[in-house]
């Protein structure tokens, strides 16, 4: 199997583009992850009816695992199950390395973090201590802050966390799907082979 180098120009746009949605998240580009993977969607179920053999395995393989994936992490699922989502989980883990501004857990001994939220009328904070690791992790009002010495303009504004794991729950379906896909597409070239072998 042979790619193009617009084929490779396109996967490498694709993820510039996927890596500054994570790093730079808001909620219209959660909104347009949202609306992003709908439309994978709505282009596997074309592609799974319109295409041949062992193309059509790749879709019909992403379209079963990403809405699979999906489902297992939907909101109506987990109420009834009552465990906390799996994207959060990874979104929490991956806030601190992909985040721009991210308030990271670990970092200098006896070093204090500040972030702005986005409402701009609290501030987040790390406190860690001689090791390195967190001490106290909190929140205070803006006046607090500033009665403590700290000016608005020294703090770096907290990322919006919430698109972010909105952004990451979205993402992952897409992923998995495309792993699922590309399982599917293998399987079912070498089945053809030693079939037609």
């Known amino acids: 199997m042979s790619y193009s180098i617009r084929t490779l120009a396109l996967c490498i746009a694709a993820i510039a583009v996927l890596l500054t949605l994570l790093q730079f998240p808001s909620a219209q580009s959660a909104y347009l992850v949202s609306v992003g ?4 969607l709505l282009v596997a ?3 799974a009816i319109g295409c041949k053999w062992p193309t059509r395995a790749f879709w019909i393989g992403f379209l079963v695992v ?15 199950n009552g465990s906390p989502p799996i994207s959060s989980d990874i979104a929490d883990w991956l806030a601190p390395h992909l985040l721009h501004d991210a308030l990271a857990p670990m970092g200098e001994p006896g070093s204090s973090d500040y972030r702005l939220t986005n409402d701009r009328r609290h501030v987040r904070y790390i406190v860690r201590g001689s090791d390195g690791r967190p001490e106290r992790i909190g929140s205070m009002s803006l006046a607090s802050a500033q009665a403590r010495g700290i000016t608005i303009k020294a703090l770096h504004r907290q990322p ?4 972010f794991a909105l952004i990451v729950r979205d ?27």
């Open 37 to 40: 993977f709908g439309l994978c």
């Open 45 to 47: 179920i074309a592609c």
């Open 66 to 80: 990403s809405i699979f994936a999906r489902y297992l992490d939907s909101e109506t699922r987990l109420r009834r």
């Open 160 to 163: 919006e966390v919430k698109s």
């Open 171 to 197: 993402l992952i379906p897409i992923l998995l799907g495309l792993g699922g896909g590309a399982i599917a597409y293998g399987l079912s070239r070498r089945n053809s082979h030693s079939v037609g072998g």
